[in-house]
């Protein structure tokens, strides 16, 4: 699902380990199998596979023309 253009829209995404959702304006718009590993670190010390506004898995992938606001990541399950 796409964003409206030229409004500002809510996004979350949550992942339980066996499941991630993605959320736009508290509407559940994608629900998807993921039991992989998240990794914030390389082997190598440095850091991981993570981006926000772009895919992980082409490079040709384009990144997001969105402004991004307010980001935040936690290590546990939030409460409504």
């Known amino acids: 699902q796409c964003a409206p253009l030229n409004e ?8 339980d380990g066996t499941n991630v959702r993605a959320w736009m304006n508290g ?5 998807s199998n993921n039991t992989r590993t998240m990794t ?3 082997t190598n010390g440095g ?3 993570f ?4 895919s992980v ?8 023309n969105a402004d991004v606001d307010e980001f935040a990541v936690w290590n546990r ?3 409504s």
Request: glycine share 6%; aromatic share 18%.
């Open 57 to 64: 898995w082409a490079t040709t992938d384009p990144m997001v």
């Open 77 to 79: 399950a939030l409460t």
């Open 27 to 31: 509407v559940n718009v994608l629900t």
């Open 51 to 54: 981006f926000i506004g772009k």
């Open 8 to 15: 500002w829209c809510h996004v979350a995404v949550t992942w």
């Open 40 to 42: 914030w670190y390389d």
């Open 47 to 49: 850091i991981g596979n």
